[in-house]
């Protein structure tokens, strides 16, 4: 008899779950640890004062009383909810304790969080006011409320300045928005295949679920006493790494972006307090490895043993790169986590377990696993019907993770009904766009069905990139593409050719345009063509133009100009310095051809990154160089790190050159065995005679 064949639908476990707003948890929480420290903000400088500290009882009042106001305020100037209903204000701010409590504040006052991140360009930034209708911007004090183009704003000295006399206790429903009804609690923007971005509205109850389902899986031990909460506010993976340890009743450190950016000073954070966990990107996870192997010589004294729980999300993760891991770590110790996911499905949708080298050895990708609860995943063909088992379909996600859909209803194709759902929680599909297969119970991760990226745990759109490329006045034609995605070498590279009648511009003259009009990781490389190469067929050849581009950066071909480096501002006793840092940036960036290396030169501005500034350091030690890492990356040019390093240099140097002149230096003292001790006699000019039993 055949067997019927297995089809690609994967349930996750079923959790009990009763829906309710997540300030009531954190309501709950004070009431149980009311002197608690509920947030920390650490600079992450070794030489600066102790850490700001905020208690669970401060936090939630000094929310209620910005509740109340922020009610105050809508209700004065009768400020109406947006199309799809919803209470939504911007949030324009720094990480600091101030920003979590003011994200706790439009909880409790029954609107949606937006965040704005400070770096977003003006363009990006009006888009999102305009569809998404903040009733308010509440902002740090050092942006500029024009920014906002009109869209009533608070700073932040306003909002706890005009709220100090108000009311502390908690908020009843019926003196919130919309009577306490709160549905939505946070909207995220993503990049949008359209070429413009949308809005994920993300409801209370499914952010619930997401959390639910992390605290049975990775529960809090006994002696987890703080999380850390460094991910950017407009990532989604910033909702569960900030709130889930808050609605247990650990304390949280705020991390600056400054500290996130640099792996030494990011290390010492985490061995601080002792973190057990983190949440990354695998870019971020392969800076902290090769940083960690950098700085940890001696095997018995490894950094970061306390944190036991790695997740990696937002990006592919390779198999080499996991690998790596418990090259480092402790198998059966030390646990790496591939979540996938995406903003729709509040960040993770299913996670896998990463245990040993030998079991990544069976496969080829790390799998992407299985559902978290209460979620389905089907795996369906065109015409939307679950693939056999081992085939390739298309991967759709159902159950309590799903958003409410996008600002404005835009995309609804996204959002479909369940044809396949027997429960009313599964009503619902969410078409990610991405190709999987399952194997062996497993979820296979196969690619995109369309041109999206990942580029540091942010989900980029080509096309959005290319429409703005485009609008760009001198531009004809433009191709934008990914090199090598989810690659050490990853690039977003914008192919351009130029008017007939444009006038001269440079590349990097391009690239400064478009900084003004994209966010930093979406900006290209630009690299301007003579001709667009195309097939028979009349369409772009763009694996001819990934090839030109890999053969110009490679050297290969003769393609390549001899890196330009100028000497000009460089004192004479540091040119031989110089030459080893130039040469050395030039090979890890792969940009000289573009730009002159000088001491004027920002490493970043070339195209630096977290990433490559390890591998930078890394080769000038080989060569000699005691550079730090935080030396390096405040560097605010290559004349600086010039300075630094042969001011390093010379003091190895300095301390070489001394043991050889003095070898006796270099002598182990070893203690005397007991059969060696001899009596001395020393002899004193009073003439008194005293003996002395010598022991080494």
């Not at 109340?68 to 720094?94: H, S």
């Not at 990942?454 to 703005?468: A, F, M, Q, T, Y």
């Not at 460089?570 to 031989?576: F, G, N, T, Y």
């Not at 930078?616 to 630094?644: C, M, P, Q």
Request: overall charge negative; aromatic content about 8%.
């Amino acid at each position: 008899m055949l067997a019927l064949p297995q089809l690609s639908i994967v349930k996750g476990l079923q959790q009990d779950y009763v829906p309710r707003g997540l300030h009531r948890i954190i309501e709950e929480q004070q009431l149980r640890h009311a002197d608690s420290v509920a947030l920390i903000y650490d600079h992450g400088q070794e030489e600066s004062s102790a850490a700001s500290q905020s208690t669970y009882r401060h936090m939630n009042e000094s929310a209620n009383r910005a509740a109340r106001l922020l009610v105050e305020e809508a209700q004065r100037c009768f400020l109406q909810p947006n199309n799809d209903g919803d209470f939504i204000l911007a949030v324009c701010m720094q990480p600091s304790e101030a920003l979590v409590t003011t994200l706790l504040a439009i909880w409790k006052a029954g609107g949606a969080y937006l965040p704005i991140d400070p770096s977003f360009p003006a363009n990006r930034v009006h888009h999102i006011l305009l569809e998404a209708r903040p009733i308010l911007v509440l902002r740090d004090d050092d942006i500029d409320a024009q920014r906002f183009q009109g869209t009533p704003t608070l700073s932040l000295t306003e909002l706890y300045a005009k709220s100090l006399q108000l009311s502390g206790s908690n908020l009843l429903s019926e003196e919130m928005l919309r009577g306490g009804n709160e549905h939505i609690a946070i909207v995220l923007y993503t990049s949008g295949s359209t070429g413009v971005p949308k809005g994920v509205r993300l409801p209370h109850e499914n952010i619930l679920n997401r959390l639910q389902w992390q605290w049975a899986t990775f529960p809090y031990t006994a002696n987890e006493q703080v999380g850390v909460f460094k991910t950017a506010l407009t990532f989604v993976d910033s909702v569960a790494e900030l709130w889930g340890p808050l609605m247990c009743g650990l304390s949280i450190v705020v991390v600056p972006k400054a500290v996130t950016k640099d792996p030494h000073r990011l290390v010492s954070l985490l061995e601080k307090y002792k973190i057990r966990r983190l949440v990354l990107v695998p870019t971020l996870l392969r800076s902290l490895l090769m940083y960690l192997n950098m700085e940890t010589p001696d095997p018995g004294q490894k950094l970061l043993h306390n944190l036991q729980i790695w997740v990696c999300s937002g990006e592919p993760l390779v198999v080499p790169l996991a690998s790596s891991f418990f090259d480092y770590f402790d198998e059966g110790v030390h646990r790496l986590y591939n979540f996938y996911g995406s903003t729709e499905v509040m960040g993770d949708v299913t996670y896998f377990a990463c245990e040993s080298k030998k079991q990544l050895s069976m496969y080829d990708n790390v799998p992407i696993g299985v559902p978290v609860s209460n979620t389905v995943i089907y795996l369906l063909d065109a015409d939307y019907r679950p693939v056999k088992n081992g085939e390739i379909g298309e991967i759709f996600a159902s159950g309590l993770n799903l958003a409410a859909g996008y600002v404005n209803g835009r995309d609804p194709e996204r959002f479909l009904e369940n044809p396949l759902a027997v429960e009313k929680k599964y009503a619902r599909l969410y078409r990610t766009g991405d190709y999987g297969s399952l194997k062996n119970g497993n979820i296979m991760y196969e690619g995109r069905t369309d041109s999206q990226v990942k580029i540091r745990g942010h989900r980029v759109d080509l096309s959005e990139v290319e429409k703005i490329v485009a609008e760009l006045p001198l531009v004809e034609k433009a191709i934008v593409l990914c090199y090598r995605a989810g690659h050490v070498d990853q690039a977003i590279l914008a192919f351009v050719k130029l008017r007939d009648d444009s006038p001269v511009v440079t590349e990097m003259q391009l690239e400064g345009r478009l900084k003004d009009k994209l966010a930093d990781y979406m900006t290209p490389q630009v690299i301007i063509l003579e001709h667009v190469p195309l097939l028979v067929n009349g369409k772009v050849d763009r694996q001819a133009l990934l090839k030109t581009y890999e053969m110009a950066n490679n050297d290969q071909g003769g393609s390549a100009s001899v890196p330009d480096f100028d000497y000009s501002h460089v004192p004479e006793e540091l040119k031989l310095t110089a030459r080893d840092l130039f040469e050395t940036v030039s090979t890890v960036i792969g940009r000289s051809r573009r730009a002159t290396l000088s001491a004027h030169s920002n490493f970043y501005d070339l195209g630096g990154n977290s990433l490559n500034s390890i591998f930078t350091v890394t080769l000038l030690r080989e060569k000699g160089y005691k550079i730090g890492i935080s030396d390096f990356i405040a560097a605010k040019n290559l004349g600086e790190i010039i300075e630094k390093m042969a001011s390093n240099h010379d003091a190895v140097q300095l301390e070489e050159e001394t043991l050889n002149a003095c070898p006796h230096l270099q002598m182990e003292a070893v203690l005397l065995q007991e059969a060696h001790h001899q009596p001395v006699t020393l002899s004193y000019p009073v003439s008194t005679t005293k003996a002395i039993w010598s022991n080494g």
